[in-house]
């Protein structure tokens, strides 16, 4: 089944006019206030994988509340889903999470990535309050215009050696399955989420030559546009950074970093480390533990 099957049969009772009854169920009640933000950056999510976090994105999406979420490409893995069926609970509750977020006021805008890459044949439509978007220009608070992009077309390796590609994911795939088995290691032993595969990559020289040239070649896009920045996806390395008078974003993954970009309400853009915060979280409740 493909990513458009998936889309098809998630908004269907939308399309038919019928709105499911659970959009309008109450959250569960928590202790920590919502953050608030202006504007909420996710993507590389891949549903439909045994690698995507999606329980730890599902908590971040219910700890916040924002007026527009762009999902920036490669949400759902149209590449393995094709290869086999792979969809738990935790990747339907993802779903649920972003169509609750549409239905009660937030703007979702969905730009397909390469691995979604079949989800780009609907563009310009909306489904379930979801617009589906090639790409596009968001104003930040303080007057900046930033182009959206997954970046796949910014790849010379997806664009111009597609089997390379596929390839290149085999092996990443095979090293998303040892960080899967590293990680049931670490709980087993109460140690907070670590990324193998996120280490491994920042290693290898070149992985960081390659991630230099992306960004490189993402920012000159946006200049030649005459716009302020580009927010993109796709190489999972959340960062900020500045090429001249052009900002580049990149809001990282559900896979390895679990990050997201966030908008405040003065147009400042900073990155979320979900991961981390989480880590913190733990270690400190473990100290209290420990001195109680």
Not at 100 to 116: E, L, P, Q, S, W
Not at 126 to 131: A, I, P
Not at 209 to 230: I, N
Request: charged fraction near 25%; include cysteine.
């Amino acid at each position: 089944m493909d990513a458009g099957s998936v889309l098809t049969r998630s908004l269907l009772p939308f399309a038919s006019g019928n709105i499911p009854d659970w959009l309008d169920l109450p959250d569960p009640k928590s202790f920590r206030p919502k953050r608030k933000y202006r504007t909420v950056w996710i993507s590389d999510v891949h549903l439909g994988t045994r690698g995507c976090n999606a329980e730890m994105l599902v908590d971040f999406l219910r700890s916040m509340e924002c007026q527009t979420l762009y999902l920036v490409g490669d949400i759902v893995d149209g590449w393995r889903l094709r290869k086999g069926w792979y969809w738990p609970d935790a990747h339907n509750e993802v779903v649920r999470r972003v169509l609750k977020m549409a239905h009660r006021g937030t703007r979702v805008v969905f730009i397909a990535g390469n691995h979604d890459e079949m989800l780009r044949d609907y563009a310009g439509l909306s489904f379930g309050g979801v617009e589906l978007a090639l790409e596009a220009v968001h104003e930040t608070a303080d007057g900046r215009r930033l182009l959206i992009t997954h970046g796949d077309a910014f790849d010379g390796i997806v664009l111009y050696a597609r089997w390379l590609a596929f390839l290149g994911d085999k092996a990443y795939s095979l090293l998303l399955r040892a960080n899967i088995l590293f990680n049931v290691v670490r709980r087993r032993l109460k140690m907070p989420y670590w990324s193998l595969s996120a280490y491994m990559k920042k290693r290898v020289k070149n992985a960081v030559q390659f991630v230099c040239s992306y960004e490189e070649a993402v920012a000159q896009e946006a200049l030649s546009r005459g716009l302020d920045g580009v927010v993109c996806g796709h190489i999972h390395c959340a960062e900020i950074r500045q090429f001249g008078g052009i900002t580049y974003y990149n809001d990282g993954d559900w896979v390895e970093s679990c990050t997201a970009l966030v908008e405040d309400a003065l147009g400042v853009i900073t990155i979320i480390d979900w991961a981390g915060e989480k880590a913190a979280e733990q270690a400190a409740q473990l100290e209290a533990e420990a001195a109680a």
